[in-house]
């Protein structure tokens, strides 16, 4: 049976893809380990890499200030990637890389049995939600698999590029925080 440590210890001697060779640091997750909320990236960009923590970076702060908005913060939730290492200059991580990852991710999800998971960006909701999953179309809706409200938003780095995007995902933000309040009985969403 699966424990934190020993999970986080299996998977940073995990070199099954090209990916565990070019790494600086395993970035496997970060928060609260019984949280009822799960937030999953792609994949760690160079500051992940180097700090071994997920969006720690501008996305990263942008994530935080999201999650500000609706009562939310890393002491309250799980947050992990797709893919546990650092593709090369950012590309997405390919199909390969991925299934060699998602077994970690599985576990990891097993180990937390969240209530919600939140898929940040079309790499994570394709992986999680459904494999033609449509960001510009599909965020926000719900799905729920086995027992588990999932839905999609925009990735932190896409808001970044684009501002346009960010009214939609207000909306989207709030319709998680109402979604919380109604099936999460351990997570206080006050917000400031």
Same mark, same amino acid.
């Given at each position: ?101 998602? #077994? ?8 937390? !049995? +969240?209530?919600?998971?939140?898929? =940040?960006?079309? &790499?994570? @909701? ?29 990735? #932190? ?8 995007? !960010? +009214?939609?995902?207000?909306?989207? =933000?709030?319709? &998680?925080? @109402? ?14």
């Amino acid at each position: 049976m699966d424990t934190w440590e020993t999970l986080e210890q299996e998977c940073g001697s995990c070199h099954a893809c090209p990916l565990g060779n070019g790494r600086q640091r395993l970035v496997f997750g970060d928060g609260c380990r019984t949280a009822e909320i799960m937030f999953i990236g792609e994949g760690p960009g160079q500051r992940e890499d180097e700090e071994g923590i997920p969006f720690v970076g501008p996305a990263g702060k942008l994530l935080d200030d999201m999650m500000e908005l609706i009562g939310l913060d890393r002491s309250k939730v799980y947050i992990a990637n797709v893919v546990k290492c650092r593709p090369p200059r950012n590309r997405d991580p390919m199909n390969v890389e991925q299934e060699m990852c998602l #077994p970690w991710l599985r576990r990891q999800t097993a180990l937390l !049995r +969240p209530k919600m998971i939140v898929c =940040l960006g079309r &790499i994570a @909701a394709q992986a999680v939600m459904k494999p033609d999953f449509r960001i510009t179309k599909e965020h926000g809706q719900w799905i729920r698999k086995a027992g588990v409200w999932i839905t999609a938003i925009y990735h #932190p780095s896409a808001l970044l590029r684009d501002v346009y995007k !960010r +009214p939609e995902t207000f909306l989207d =933000l709030k319709a &998680i925080q @109402a979604k919380a309040r109604e099936i999460c009985s351990r997570t206080d969403l006050s917000t400031p």
